[in-house]
């Protein structure tokens, strides 16, 4: 069936620097979402990706999808304290799978 | 406004003690699920439901029942909760099944002992 993996698990940013967050699918996908859930907080939409190759940005955060639309990454630049939470990569073939997701922790 | 809400926000029980949790969306969606969520294992999908009356089961159905009699609610039944069902779970819905935008509850962390 199909997998979703996402790593790291956890990162630890000083602030002000930036980092990448990967996702792997086990299928090719049809889209790929990324969620954002803050600490005490529930998963909240950030974005879709459906087109091979997408690339989009909100202000700091860049998202990718991947030319053979089974990976996908997010990056984040110049890393501030209200990016601290868990990020979520959920792709879809038949079905939505989320990854396990990344847990950011700021350093001021 | 648009919103998923769920009750109770937090719930400690006993072994063996029927419960249920509720969840209700306001945007006419036709597709919702729940889930549960553990450390280091992100979102898995308990069940999902497409349009009243049609339920199926996600990854995780074991120990679970769901009901969809009216398009907004979609409750999440413990016949017989065991501590391997202590975890934080949320309900979601969305437009379709086919990978659109999910909408959160604010989630119910369910303690059993």
């Known amino acids: 069936g199909q997998q979703v993996m996402q790593i790291p698990q956890y990162q630890h940013v000083q602030e002000g620097e930036d980092f990448t967050t990967y996702c792997n699918s086990s299928?090719?996908?049809?889209?790929i979402q990324w969620y954002k859930q803050r600490p005490g907080g529930h998963p909240v939409f950030l974005i879709q990706l459906v087109k091979s190759g997408e690339v989009k940005k909100q202000k700091r955060l860049t998202f990718q999808f991947g030319e053979a639309k089974k990976n996908s990454s997010l990056h984040i630049t110049a890393t501030q304290t209200t990016d601290v939470g868990t990020y979520f990569c959920?792709?879809?073939?038949?079905?939505?799978?989320f990854g396990a997701g990344t847990t950011v922790t700021v350093r001021a | 406004e648009a919103q998923v809400t769920q009750n109770p926000r937090y719930l400690i029980t006993v072994t063996g003690k029927k419960l249920t949790v509720t969840c209700s969306q306001n945007m006419n969606h036709e597709y919702m699920s729940w889930y549960r969520q553990d450390p280091g294992l992100g979102l898995r999908q308990i069940y999902y439901s497409m349009n009243v009356e049609v339920t199926d089961k996600g990854d995780v159905p074991e120990g679970y029942k769901v009901s969809r009699k009216e398009k907004r609610n979609f409750p999440l039944i413990l016949e017989s909760p065991s501590p391997n069902q202590t975890s934080l779970y949320f309900c979601?819905?969305?437009?379709?099944?086919?990978?659109?935008?999910?909408?959160f509850g604010p989630g119910t962390r369910l303690t059993v002992t």
């Open positions: 299928t090719t996908l049809s889209n």
């Open positions: 979601a819905s969305s437009l379709s099944n086919q990978g659109s935008e999910q909408y």
């Open positions: 959920a792709g879809y073939d038949y079905k939505l799978s």
